[in-house]
């Protein structure tokens, strides 16, 4: 078969758009990262500049994570940070937030975006379909599927991580183990929001969170936990693979001539990926979430002992926080 036209190594030869996209995806890697960025930053911001966070508001907060750092340490029994060291509290931005949160969970994004473009090569037609070699239709979208599935996972994960970042009060509002360090990330906008919207005392929600941003920093900083965690999280992404017909009939639904059914075709990155969760995933669902369980338990014991002889009102704020969880 020859190296040019629908058919040959490029699906997109012959068309010069097409083309160009092609040569600019086909170097992005696995996750388009520069369109994760703009649309995370999108999605935090909506848009608008961010002040940085009050050198104040910084000074409270190291000095309530000094007291929260000791409390927990005495309640769990483990170290704070790796190696003993003392937590570094760091108040930042949304976008912030963002971006570092986009760099963490890197690996887990670049797992599903190689799942997904191998699932998509290892499908093949029923028994009862008979494969058409050189079908050129197949060919363009086999190959726009593998073209644009890093740049569709760049906005999706991008959106997904800006969005989180207008509510998450640290890092861990998902308990997923990011890279070992001994610095936590607080966001005191969403911070101040929150007590606001719940009408709790400041000092005592950033108290709370202090206590337990460090308890999940240090049950996720003990070493097998870590491992098992990563490891399931790992394996559950990298088992998830596309319809093999999800493509071809988002296709069929709309017109490709008309600009509102490209719209309509790009404008959801998550149903034109198809993802699907496969055998593999339901079988490792249950370890998974297991494991979450006892992590969020723990944690959560470990708040409340120290909590409760912290504050006067431990209980209310508590529940506020479970029910915002919810």
Same mark, same amino acid.
């Given at each position: 078969?020859?190296?040019?036209g629908?058919?040959?190594?490029?699906?997109?030869?012959?068309? &010069?758009?097409f /083309? %160009?996209l092609?040569?600019m995806?086909?170097?992005?890697?696995?996750?388009?990262?520069?369109?994760?960025?703009?649309?995370?930053?999108?999605?935090?911001?909506?848009?608008?500049?961010e002040?940085?966070?009050?050198p104040?508001? #910084?000074? #409270?907060?190291?000095?309530?994570?000094?007291?929260?750092?000791?409390r927990?340490?005495?309640? *769990?029994?483990?170290?704070?940070?790796p190696?003993g @060291?003392?937590?570094?509290?760091t108040?930042?931005?949304?976008? !912030?937030?963002?971006?570092?949160?986009l760099?963490?969970?890197?690996p887990?994004?670049? @797992?599903?975006s190689?799942?997904?473009?191998?699932?998509? /090569? !290892?499908?093949?037609?029923?028994?009862?379909?008979?494969a058409?070699?050189? %079908?050129?239709?197949?060919?363009? $979208?086999?190959?726009?599927?593998?073209?644009?599935?890093?740049v569709l996972?760049?906005?999706?994960?991008?959106?997904?991580?800006?969005?989180?970042?207008?509510? *998450?009060?640290g890092?861990?509002?998902? &308990?997923?183990?990011?890279?070992?360090s001994? !610095?936590?990330?607080?966001?005191?906008?969403?911070?101040?929001?929150?007590?606001e919207?719940?009408?709790?005392?400041?000092?005592? $929600?950033?108290l709370?969170?202090?206590?337990?941003?460090?308890?999940?920093?240090?049950?996720?900083?003990?070493?097998h936990?870590?491992? @098992?965690?990563?490891?399931?999280? $790992?394996?559950?992404?990298?088992?998830?693979?596309?319809?093999?017909?999800? $493509? !071809?009939?988002?296709f069929?639904?709309?017109?490709?001539?008309?600009?509102?059914?490209?719209?309509?075709?790009?404008? %959801?990155p998550?149903?034109?990926? /198809?993802a699907?969760? *496969?055998?593999?995933?339901?079988?490792?669902?249950?370890?998974?979430?297991?494991?979450?369980?006892?992590v969020?338990?723990?944690?959560?014991?470990?708040?409340?002992?120290? *909590?409760?002889?912290?504050?006067?009102?431990?209980g209310?704020?508590?529940?506020?926080?479970? @029910?915002?969880?919810?």
């Open positions: 078969m020859g190296g040019s629908p058919t040959g190594g490029n699906p997109f030869e012959g068309l &010069p758009f /083309g %160009d092609a040569k995806l086909a170097s992005s890697g696995p996750v388009h990262w520069d369109a994760a960025r703009q649309f995370a930053l999108a999605a935090a911001t909506g848009g608008s500049p002040p940085n966070p009050d104040l508001e #910084r000074i #409270r907060l190291e000095e309530l994570a000094r007291v929260a750092e000791l927990v340490a005495d309640a *769990s029994g483990l170290p704070t940070a190696g @060291r003392l937590v570094r509290i108040a930042v931005t949304r976008a !912030e937030w963002a971006t570092r949160t760099d963490a969970y890197r887990i994004f670049e @797992r599903l190689t799942a997904l473009a191998a699932g998509a /090569g !290892e499908e093949a037609p029923p028994d009862d379909v008979p058409v070699p050189g %079908d050129p239709s197949a060919d363009l $979208l086999g190959g726009m599927f593998a073209m644009l599935t890093p996972l760049g906005v999706q994960a991008g959106s997904m991580v800006g969005h989180l970042a207008t509510r *998450s009060l890092q861990y509002d998902l &308990p997923l183990p990011r890279p070992p001994d !610095e936590l990330l607080l966001v005191p906008a969403n911070l101040n929001a929150v007590a919207e719940w009408s709790l005392p400041p000092d005592d $929600l950033r709370w969170t202090c206590v337990s941003e460090l308890a999940t920093h240090a049950v996720l900083g003990v070493p936990v870590r491992a @098992r965690l990563e490891g399931l999280v $790992l394996e559950y992404v990298g088992a998830f693979r596309p319809d093999p017909n999800a $493509l !071809e009939s988002r069929g639904e709309v017109d490709l001539a008309d600009p509102e059914g490209l719209q309509q075709v790009f404008g %959801d998550a149903q034109l990926l /198809g699907l969760r *496969s055998p593999a995933q339901t079988a490792l669902l249950p370890a998974l979430e297991a494991l979450v369980a006892v969020v338990g723990v944690v959560d014991g470990i708040v409340e002992t120290v *909590s409760s002889g912290l504050l006067s009102d431990a209310r704020l508590t529940e506020a926080l479970h @029910r915002r969880r919810v």
